[in-house]
């Protein structure tokens, strides 16, 4: 197969408007992204509980929490291989099949966390079965994100490509959106000493029943065309695509793997980490915290569909630049800030919230970096091994650099909005590959 030349636009279906079976794709779609990721990181949010429940009490506290931490990035180490099977096994047995066997194992553990006996039962096995249930949700979610990018890109028409894939991130980030609104719920109507005793097991059982129903929901979402004419032509290939990626692709996913670092600064820092961070340095009550943690969380749900809207009509590449430099102002207005007021709280990290919309521009670039057969392989093997290295490692690292400079999340995000300024100026930041092949 020969590539196209990487100089001409991009065609990612025939020129026409959504229609009903569109826009039912992207809300299963969309729909299941969500509660699959709820499951994913709802853990981040009772970590300071999770932390004194499941490991010893005379622990030093800067230990607990960084070996919290250290559970919570093991489900980013495990993406990578969940994703590869998972990408692999989609190829071959349909895209369908692999969704719904994603958000299965991805509900089961979430469902168990909420179960599990505390290290006061039943000592170290507490800990380890929980970091057991972490690794299982980092190979469910290694398989969703690319595999649904994948799917509604070839599937969107052209001039709506970038709405499409933004809206589709919009839903996944609602995931975190909805885990921000039930803790806030559970620390607003909850003693702490309720919270620590029962009342934080309820998001874990909740959000795994859910996602069991997700399962059953996920049987109304159909192969599309596209998928089944690349299903026909990968079924010839003589070699596995990840072979072919690690051959012939090795710069788009170099390209797909910093962007992804730079994903990864703004949702595992300012969404995830700063809840934990609130409290811990700035002693700002927990309450409040994640309330202005939903609001930052509204604020890159609505963004994300505003940047993907405005990639179409204003192009990837001048969107990215506007993005990532709007992340590296607010971000450091944000935190230069903290304390501050309540409501200066709420407002500064809305704003940051707005610009870290700008990772709709991730998948957008992300899934036309690489040709027809091999997309679903080559996106989820970049994505996915950039996320565990850095989205697994960031809060380790920024625990551990917390002790010598309380900006360090200011700093760390800061520097991530440079690399994706500069990746903006890349040839391939605007423009790649066909959504559909060429005949062949």
Known sequence: ??????????????????????????????????????????????????????????MPDWLRQLQTFGIFAAGYLARPLGGIVIAHFGDILGRKRMFTLSIFLMAAPTLVIGLLPTYETIGIAAPLLLLAMRVLQGAAIGGEMPGAWVFVAEHTPQKRYGFAIGTLTSGITGGILLGSLV????????????????????????GGLFGLVSVYLRRFLHETPVFKELAGRRSVDRELPLKTIVRDHRGASLFVGLLTWVLSAAIVVVVLYTPTYLQKVHHIPAALALQANAVATLMLTIGCVIFGWATDRFGTRAVMLFGWAGLLVTSYLFYTSLPGTPTSLVWHYGLVGLFVGTIATVPIAGVRAFPAHVRFSGLSFSYNMSYAIFGGLTPVILTLWLQKDLMAPAHYVGTLAVVGFLLALLPIASRGYPMRAAPQ
């Open 1 to 58: 197969m020969t590539a196209p030349d990487l100089a001409r636009p991009v065609s990612a279906a025939p020129a026409r408007n959504l229609d009903k079976n569109d826009y039912k794709t992207l809300a299963l779609s969309a729909l299941g992204g969500t509660l699959e990721f709820y499951d994913f990181v709802i853990y981040v949010f009772f970590a300071t509980v999770l932390g004194a429940l499941f490991f010893p009490a005379d």
């Open 183 to 206: 803790a806030v719920f559970i620390n607003t109507h909850y003693t702490p000493a309720e919270v620590s005793g029962f009342a934080w097991r309820w998001p874990f059982i909740v």
